[in-house]
T-cell receptor
Framework: AQKITQTQPGMFVQEKEAVTLDCTYD???????LFWYKQPSSGEMIFLIY??????QNATEGRYSLNFQKARKSANLVISASQLGDSAMYFC????????????FGQGTRLTINP | DSGVTQTPKHLITATGQRVTLRCSPR?????VYWYQQSLDQGLQFLIQ???????AKGNILERFSAQQFPDLHSELNLSSLELGDSALYFC???????????????FGPGTRLTVL
């Protein structure tokens, strides 16, 4: 079974600072994908970034980067130069390579950016 | 805009009723997934369809059913509704290459169901 753990229910960060959102995972699949989604107060789920388990380099997408440490089974999201619009719920998710292609989500971290 | 559309955006109904949620995937995507987001359960996978056929089932109640039509849009039917069915229901779509873990799922805006 796959499991995602996000240990930070909430985080408060000053605008323009960098922030790291923690995510650890557990799986027995030899190949898997890790995803981060953003859910603003309006409710939609916005795809941010993807990391494959065999990718040699950490994924980056604009101000988002993924600090992937396979041995520690962690896939932390780093947001650089935070903006007020980054205030939202952030979900880490995993998809395995075997069985159902569903996403398994963590409980989420609510990020609040203070001006 | 993810390219996935869902209707309606909001739905308010009474216990015991039946509702249908509709989803149109992104152009070119063959796979549709349904998820339920509730305060107590978080985000839970319900069911997946690929090119019209059911591919996987998750924590979907027997009162719920879904289908994917030849034009690839999907409908989620919820019947004998209970208060606990109140939640945000998401549809997601992906290209779904077989056994490919890189396949990204793009989510629609969701349908917020309130059962009174």
């Amino acid at each position: 079974a796959q499991k995602i753990t996000q240990t930070q229910p909430g985080m408060f960060v000053q605008e323009k600072e960098a922030v790291t959102l923690d995510c650890t995972y557990d799986t027995s699949d030899p190949s898997y994908g890790l995803f981060w989604y953003k859910q603003p107060s309006s409710g939609e789920m916005i795809f941010l970034i993807y990391q494959g388990s065999y990718d040699q380099q950490n994924a980056t997408e604009g101000r988002y980067s993924l600090n992937f440490q396979k041995a520690r089974k962690s896939a932390n999201l780093v947001i650089s130069a935070s903006q007020l619009g980054d205030s939202a719920m952030y979900f880490c998710a995993m998809r395995g390579s075997q069985g159902a292609q569903k996403l398994v989500f963590g409980q989420g971290t609510r990020l609040t950016i203070n001006p | 805009d993810s390219g996935v559309t869902q209707t309606p955006k909001h739905l308010i109904t009474a216990t015991g009723q039946r509702v249908t949620l509709r989803c149109s995937p992104r152009s070119g995507d063959l796979s549709v997934y349904w998820y339920q987001q509730s305060l107590d359960q978080g985000l839970q996978f319900l069911i997946q369809y690929y090119n019209g056929e059911e591919r996987a089932k998750g924590n979907i109640l027997e009162r719920f059913s879904a289908q994917q039509f030849p034009d690839l849009h999907s409908e989620l039917n919820l019947s004998s509704l209970e208060l606990g069915d109140s939640a945000l229901y998401f549809c997601a779509s992906s290209v779904f290459p077989d056994r490919e873990s890189t396949d990204t799922q793009y989510f629609g805006p969701g349908t917020r169901l309130t059962v009174l």
